[in-house]
């Protein structure tokens, strides 16, 4: 392979992973002013999440684009492959990252000023707090090729899952006690499993990291903890 075409090849590798990344630091943005909106009553942040999400879909669709036609004009092997299809599933995770932080958005503009039980709010900023933890860490395992980091965050998830439960059985605590806290509380419950399925995408990077380093797919379950269904049967509901 010729000197230029290795230049030209690392170009378009490098482009591939500056949208990444610039992908990733607007999602981490949504993320963290969604939940921010939610928990102060905050409507113009939440627009302005909103507002950020067409930005995400074209760096998602540029990605895609840009790495198929990589894969055509260059027809890499091995793990230049790899780089490129890793690219194509993690920007898909991003995106989609950003699609449950802006529903985020949206149901804070549904709550408004309703009252919101001070526990639960706090409870979803702490689990909102361990899931950016995952994702600016995931990210960075990405931008590093660093199989450990991405293992580490991979590990992490199961207590995401467990501190849904818990928020979970709160929130179904409140709606039972009075029916009039049924609404706001199901939009805290779709604010809570919108996070916890963040969680489930930075776990989804962390397995495409370890297979762009090493070529294989992780053999072993990633860690659940995910209780909900049980106390939801238990609770008849």
Known sequence: MSEHIVRSYDADLQGLRQRIAEMGGI???????????????????????????????????????????????????????????????????????????????????????????????????????????????????????????????WKRDGAIDALYTSLFRELLTYMMEDPRNISFCTHLLFCAKNIERIGDHTTNIAETVHYLVTGETLAIDRPKNDRSIDTSVEAGV
């Open 27 to 153: 999602a981490e943005k949504m993320l963290v002013d969604s939940v921010a909106a939610l928990a102060r009553h905050d409507k113009p942040l939440a627009q302005t999440v909103i507002a950020s999400d067409p930005r995400l879909d074209v760096l998602h669709r540029e990605v895609e684009e840009n790495a198929i036609l990589t894969i055509a004009r260059r027809q890499p092997l091995a793990i230049d492959l790899r780089e490129t299809i890793s690219a194509i599933r993690i920007a898909g995770d991003v995106e989609r990252i950003g699609d449950l932080a802006k529903n985020i958005a949206k149901r804070a503009l549904a709550i408004g000023d309703d009252f919101q039980p001070h526990k639960i709010v706090v409870g979803l900023r702490h689990m909102n707090d361990l899931v950016m933890a995952q994702l600016k860490d995931v990210l960075d395992a990405y931008a590093q090729k660093d199989t450990a980091k991405a293992l580490d965050v």
